[in-house]
């Protein structure tokens, strides 16, 4: 119960993208969504709503469904603590990503152009 009280991410389960957003306290949700609380919450967020995460790691759910706690376990768990994604310039967030994989140009470019 101590989750709703704080602010943390809440996103549906059925869907072709994460469609991710912050909810403050005191918000409660139905069982058709999801909520992940915790540090380092508008890093994630902006890690889910980016094309990355839609267009790669998403589509290997399920889209009627999948995107529960052992989803999001093998999702998070490897991202690096410092994985600094805020940034008050929205744009950066994508290379930054990008850096972080160390993905190539033709990657990148397959991503962007999905």
């Not at 072709?16 to 380092?40: F, H, P, Q, R």
């Not at 889910?48 to 052992?70: Q, Y």
């Not at 999702?75 to 940034?87: K, N, R, V």
């Amino acid at each position: 119960m101590d989750d709703f009280l704080h602010p943390r991410i809440i996103y549906r389960e059925i869907g072709t993208e994460m469609d991710a957003c912050m909810v403050e306290k005191g918000w409660m949700i139905n069982n058709k969504l999801y909520m992940i609380s915790g540090k380092n919450l508008s890093h994630l967020l902006n890690f889910f709503n980016s094309k990355l995460f839609n267009r790669i790691i998403l589509s290997s759910t399920n889209l009627t469904g999948g995107k529960g706690v052992d989803f999001m376990e093998k999702i998070i768990a490897p991202l690096p603590e410092q994985c600094d994604l805020s940034s008050a310039d929205d744009n950066s967030t994508p290379t930054r990503l990008y850096r972080l994989y160390n993905l190539t140009s033709n990657e990148i470019e397959f991503i962007e152009n999905q």
